[in-house]
C-alpha cells in the first residue's frame, strides 16, 4: 500500500525521484509476491476441479472474477486509506483492507500460471491491475482535493503539469480496464 500511495503522491507534487523510488519498491514488492507463488503453482499445481470445484479452490476462482461493483470497492479503499493517511487517523485498518486487495490477486495470478492455467491467471491480473490503479486515481483525487502541492510557487508549477498528466494517464487506464471488465462480463476471453 504505501509504495502504491507514494506514487500517487510523487505524482501530485511532480517529484520524479519519489516517483521512480515508489515504482520501484512497488514493482520488487508485486515481483517477488508473485515468484514465490508462481513457484509454489509450479511445484503444487492448483487443481481447481475443471468442471467441479473442489473444497479451497472457491477462494481461489474468487480472485479470478472482477467486476464493476470490485471497481467501485477498490476506489472507495484506495480513498479510504488516504483519507486516513492526510487525516492522522489510524491507517492500520484501512491498510489491512487494501493490502488484502494488493496481496490476493498477485498470489493467485502466480499460482494458478504456475499451475498452468492462463485463462484464470488473467483475471487474477485484471484484479490485480484494478486494484492498482483504483487506490491510485483515488489517492490523486484525494490528494487533490485536501489541496496537497508543492510549497513554493515554482515548484508548484512545475507540479501543475505533471498532476494533470498523471491523472490523465491514471483516468485513461482506469476507463480501458473498465471496458476490458464490462467486454469480460458480456463475452469471456
Not at 490476493?104 to 495470478?109: G, I
Not at 510549497?151 to 491514471?170: D, F, G, M, P
Amino acid at each position: 500500500l504505501g509504495p502504491i500511495i507514494a506514487l500517487a503522491f510523487a505524482s501530485t507534487l511532480g517529484d520524479r525521484r519519489l516517483l521512480m523510488a515508489a515504482a520501484k519498491t512497488a514493482i520488487v514488492g508485486l515481483g517477488l509476491a508473485f515468484l514465490v507463488s508462481l513457484g509454489i503453482g509450479y511445484a503444487w499445481p492448483i487443481d481447481i476441479g475443471r468442471g467441479q470445484i473442489l473444497v479451497g479452490s472457491t477462494e481461489l476462482l474468487a480472485r479470478t472474477d472482477v467486476g464493476l461493483d470490485g471497481v467501485a470497492i477498490a476506489l472507495a479503499a484506495g480513498a479510504a486509506a488516504v483519507l486516513s493517511l492526510t487525516t492522522g487517523l489510524s491507517s492500520t485498518l484501512v491498510g489491512v483492507m487494501v493490502a488484502v486487495a494488493l496481496l490476493p490477486p498477485t498470489a493467485t495470478l502466480g499460482l494458478l500460471l504456475g499451475g498452468g492455467l492462463p485463462e484464470l491467471a488473467f483475471g487474477a491480473l485484471l484484479l490485480l491491475l484494478v486494484n492498482i490503479v483504483c487506490v491510485i486515481v483515488a489517492a490523486k483525487v484525494v490528494f487533490h482535493s485536501r489541496g496537497v502541492s508543492p510549497r513554493t510557487w515554482y515548484e508548484r508549477s512545475k507540479a501543475k503539469q505533471s498532476r494533470t498528466l498523471a491523472l490523465v494517464i491514471w483516468g485513461l487506464l482506469l476507463f480501458v480496464l473498465v471496458l476490458i471488465v464490462v467486454l469480460r462480463r458480456h463475452a469471456p476471453f
